[in-house]
Structure formats: C-alpha cells, structure tokens
C-alpha cells in the first residue's frame, strides 16, 4: 500500500486548509486510516483516525470541532478538513493505514498504523 498525502502550505490563522491521502496498491474498503503530525523539535503525534467499518472517526483534543476527516471510497481517499488553524497546527502531517479496523484503544497509537506516507508541510503563520 502506498500513501500519498498533499494539499499543505502557508496560510494565516484562522484560516482553513484540506489536506487529501490518497492509498493505492490494494484497494480496502476495511482500512482505518488517520493523520498524525510532527511539529519541529516535537514528537509526532496523533490528529485524528477514521475507520472505514463504521465511519467512526476519533481526534485529539486540540483539533476537535476545528478538524474533520472524511473518507471518498471510490477513490480510496481521506480528507483532513482543518478550519481555524493556528500556529500551534504548523507540522508535518503524515497520513497512515493500515488494512484492519482498529479497535478504539488502538485508534491513536502510531505503533498500529502499517503504512505511512512522506508527509506535507503545513505552516501558519501571518
């Protein structure tokens, strides 16, 4: 499987960007694929996760209400809807897969994701 995210770059806060992953190589319509991120001199962490079997969608507390994800199964895509950014959100955002659905507990660790793609930049700042 492999990811390709795009859609990042400069904008101002309070401004709104959307990032696309699309996966190729094996079509599933069972992945739970999610976005993690990596701020300079921080760890990478999660951002939120949306698991094909139910829709269900799971997001860290900082970008809940602001950040949405979706899923196009047709084209074997995610979206990553973010509204509101501030400076805090500039980082490297990574899309992730992997072909299980996973269970909730599991839904944020990166341990579980299989797949990772190269990452695009995003930057907030005026």
């Known amino acids: 499987v492999q990811l390709q995210a795009s859609g990042g770059g400069l904008v101002q806060p309070g401004a709104s960007l959307r990032l696309s992953c699309a996966a190729s190589?094996?079509?599933?319509?069972?992945?739970?694929m999610g976005w993690f991120r990596q701020a300079p001199g921080k760890e990478r962490e999660f951002v939120g996760t949306?698991?094909?079997?139910?829709?269900?969608?799971l997001y860290r507390g900082s970008v809940k209400g602001r950040f949405f994800i979706s899923r196009d199964n047709a084209k074997n895509e995610i979206y990553l809807q973010m509204n509101t950014l501030n400076p805090e959100d500039t980082a490297i955002y990574y899309c992730?897969?992997?072909?299980?659905?996973?269970?909730?507990?599991?839904?944020?660790?990166?341990?579980?994701?299989?797949?990772w793609g190269p990452g695009t930049l995003v930057t907030v700042s005026s």
């Open positions: 992730a897969a992997t072909l299980r659905n996973l269970i909730v507990s599991a839904m944020s660790s990166e341990s579980q994701y299989d797949y």
């Open positions: 190589g094996r079509a599933s319509t069972s992945y739970t």
């Open positions: 949306f698991r094909a079997g139910d829709r269900k969608t």
